[in-house]
């Protein structure tokens, strides 16, 4: 795509500055967490009408390619039929009710066939909710308190392992210590530090740190990691939050011959309905059914429908191929064009998961360029977190895409130059 696209698209935002002002009034910074829009370009719309297949449309009517899957739940398109169907049966009978529906056992018995490391299943609401709940459990069944994590690595938002300090006491890290991710001589000194105390050792199926280049798995180092878990009687827990069923259709390091002794699940695994799940080893059955954690919606039933209708339309859909296919596209023809326009960026992670970076753009001066033309073209991204592929997007939207991304490489040559 050499020709130059020099017309802006006019979109109103005349709602959405609306409801950022009533917003400011009444929720603290106007948004919070990982949906603001406070510190993104001005193109970004924060509040969304409507979404359907791969799109998604603001509170002023302006339309979207959506490649952010709202952060990930969105893995089959928004309101896939099948889906929606489930979740509807079961809401015309019951969702929140006095005690869990016949579902949620199918739910159980669906991950635990899915997912060759696990023999069981439990559920809750977040991503959070999984990962502590995979802690907590690895704490009840080896008696020991540390637990070694990835620098920089996300696991939630709890103060265990929360990005931000603000609110967060010493107290609250004291039992977590850090490693670097596929350096197995790091955990190796991690192991020694904590001196026969390492209760767990978590990681994610491979390095995606917000705000930095996204790093695959060393098959090496994952074989070496379970050998340390296996040899020091640590656990091995998978956060499969964002990757779960993008990247395979059981477990992420299945392809690899690695299996963790607990996982913890969520975003995509009911296509947007709100669920977690804790997977886990028969050797960690009895400690996962000691510890008490519960919360006042878990047990939801028509999330746990959702999620039965997810995953098998996932396997039964070719889902994983179809955003490994897509992703592809999307990424050779953004490789493409940054060489035509010279332009530096760095391309990493898997298709279905792509993250963009533009070097020494510390400050995200020409990220923030970049992805507000191509928000203003009708497509969203992000210029600081990885963008998520579903098996919704079609040919044209990758077309689409690159369109508004030759549009935003030219954007970050005016202004920056070229490299």
Request: a negative charge; one cysteine or more; hydrophobic letters at 45%.
């Amino acid at each position: 795509m050499t020709e130059t696209i020099n017309q802006t698209p006019t979109r109103t935002r005349t709602n959405d500055a609306r409801l950022r002002q009533r917003a400011r009034a009444v929720i603290p910074g106007g948004m919070y967490g990982h949906m603001s829009a406070n510190a993104l370009p001005p193109e970004y719309p924060q509040f969304y009408q409507r979404s359907e297949g791969s799109h998604v449309w603001d509170v002023d009517g302006n339309e979207y390619v959506d490649f952010m899957c709202s952060f990930g739940p969105i893995i089959l398109g928004h309101k896939h039929p099948k889906v929606e169907a489930a979740a509807a049966a079961q809401l015309a009978d019951g969702d929140t009710q006095a005690g869990p529906a016949a579902c949620m056992v199918e739910a159980a018995e669906l991950l635990v066939d899915r997912v060759a490391h696990a023999d069981w299943a439990m559920f809750a609401k977040n991503g959070t909710d999984a990962t502590t709940t995979c802690l907590t459990i690895a704490r009840a069944a080896t008696g020991r308190a540390k637990v070694l994590a990835a620098a920089g690595a996300y696991h939630g938002a709890a103060p265990w392992c929360t990005l931000r300090m603000d609110g967060v006491t010493p107290e609250d890290r004291a039992n977590i210590a850090y490693y670097t991710f596929n350096d197995i001589a790091s955990v190796r000194r991690a192991l020694d530090e904590a001196g026969g105390a390492a209760a767990a050792i978590i990681v994610s199926p491979f390095k995606h740190d917000a705000g930095f280049d996204e790093e695959m798995v060393d098959p090496q180092f994952a074989r070496e990691l379970r050998a340390l878990c296996d040899r020091t009687g640590a656990a091995l827990i998978m956060d499969e939050v964002r990757t779960g069923f993008r990247l395979h259709d059981g477990g992420s390091w299945e392809p690899i011959g690695v299996a963790p002794d607990l996982s913890a699940w969520s975003k995509a695994i009911a296509n947007g309905y709100p669920i977690a799940a804790i997977l886990g080893s028969a050797a960690f059955s009895e400690a996962a059914s000691s510890i008490f954690v519960t919360g006042s919606f878990w047990f939801q039933a028509v999330p746990m429908a959702a999620a039965v209708a997810t995953i098998t339309a996932i396997r039964e859909e070719g889902a994983v191929a179809a955003m490994q296919r897509t992703g592809t596209m999307l990424r050779d023809g953004i490789e493409r064009q940054a060489a035509e326009a010279g332009v530096q960026i760095s391309l990493t992670g898997p298709p279905a998961m792509p993250n963009l970076k533009f070097p020494a753009d510390e400050d995200l001066a020409k990220g923030k360029a970049f992805c507000g033309t191509v928000v203003e073209h009708g497509v969203i991204i992000h210029p600081r977190h990885n963008w998520f592929l579903s098996a919704a997007h079609t040919d044209r939207d990758v077309e689409r895409a690159l369109e508004a991304t030759w549009a935003g490489f030219q954007a970050v040559r005016a202004r920056f130059g070229e490299d």
